[in-house]
């Protein structure tokens, strides 16, 4: 689920973390999202309402009465919403929200509120393990609101313990999960993304360009859809997606063993990995030393597992396995034959060595091909879309 146009309600309560909201809506605009922030008298004294106006270019609501000319501007935005997330909740407005209480702006726009809400507790450790804000926070996630577990660390009042309200792209991450339909719910996806690396002696090695972007997103997409998401990847710089389950490999041979490991309970397999075809034969244990009377210098190399092949060959009728074909050429042609070579299902070509798609790259533009000879094109975008695009297609395909 995307938000652009969605109406997000922000709520912010007094908390120090409340300077991280500013963050938050910053996302949320980001995203093309309408943004209408409700702040408590509290946490007025934490950040500046002038600041939630300019990025959200919208009025913050904070008094019921003096705000807005309309008195039922809080029934209005409640209506409007589709989403509505209070970050940070401190006790004192979970209390309220669990036990009906409507005395300020925000509590009593949140009873009117029908869409999802996500509350954000934070606040001291002690106070977040108290017991009636423990009930109060159950009562909540009882009633069907989401319930966002704050981060453990360090926090402002000194104290060691769970009560840090967790980074704003991560409650972004959420609010996103929170709309999407879950239409992969339990099903077991298994992901490969990344590059192998294949060691030519301890400190050099056979690798590729690829950064996981692509992998990444599809779990993080798949995840959303209610799927157990395992994630065997290369080394890469990427944060783990939120819910997914990441196994850390570098060699062909290791991301074929974990994922041979986990193939009889996938549902749905998903091979985004750049696979090194080959890897050198016997890797030296010692540093190879430059020789000076050497110009030249080559590596014996031998064929790496094609994993793909292996899972093609494995696969039951039931498992649904797709397939990335990165070329720099022919990319019909050579799709199609993997397609046939490795018994996929969708082979999803994408051309590399291009700055806006393939490897490195923040967009792509693929190419499906289906079993059944029809293929869809899915035009320049972002990966984060790319990879709901290829979700829509293989539910569809499965289904069929
Ligand atoms: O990671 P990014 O920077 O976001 O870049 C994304 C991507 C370009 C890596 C991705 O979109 C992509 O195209 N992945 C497949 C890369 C690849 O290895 O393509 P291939 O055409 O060489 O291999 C075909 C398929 O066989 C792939 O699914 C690959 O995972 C698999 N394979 C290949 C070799 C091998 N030994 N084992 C395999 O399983």
Known sequence: ????????????????????????????????????????GSALKFVGKTTFEVLSENPVLSDLFSDTKSS???????????????????ANTIAKLANGIADDALSTTLLAVTCPVMICPSMN??????????ENIDILEKD?????????????????????LPEPWFI????????????LRNKKILISAGPTLEAIDPVRFVSNHSSGKMGYAIAGAAEKRGGCVTLVSGPVGLKTPAGVERIDVETCEEMASQM????????????VAAVADYKPVNPKTHKIKKKDSTKDFSILMTENTDILKL?????????????????????????LLKMKKKNLDIIAANLVGTSDSGFKADTNKVKLFFKDGSFFDIP?????KVADTLMDQIIKKRAE
């Open 311 to 335: 899972i093609g060959k494995k696969k039951t009728k039931d498992q649904f396995l797709v397939g990335f074909a990165a070329e720099t050429d022919d990319l019909e042609k050579n799709a």
């Open 260 to 271: 041979l490991a986990r193939l009889e309970s996938a549902d749905i397999i998903i091979k």
């Open 72 to 90: 039922v501007k809080h029934i209005d935005l409640a209506a409007r919403a589709d989403a509505a997330v209070i970050a940070p909740a401190t």
């Open 172 to 183: 972004f991450d959420r609010v996103e999960a929170m709309l999407t339909k879950k239409d």
């Open 1 to 40: 689920m995307h938000l652009q146009n969605k109406n997000i309600l922000l709520g912010v309560t007094g908390g120090i973390a409340a300077y991280k909201a500013v963050e938050l809506l910053r996302f949320f605009k980001k995203t093309g999202a309408n943004v209408n922030v409700i702040m408590t």
């Open 144 to 164: 069907g609101f989401f319930i966002l577990d704050p981060d453990s660390g360090v926090l402002a009042c000194k104290t060691t313990g769970a009560g840090r």
């Open 125 to 134: 450790t002690y106070m977040y393990q108290n017991i009636r804000v423990q």
């Open 380 to 384: 320049l975008m972002d990966k984060s």
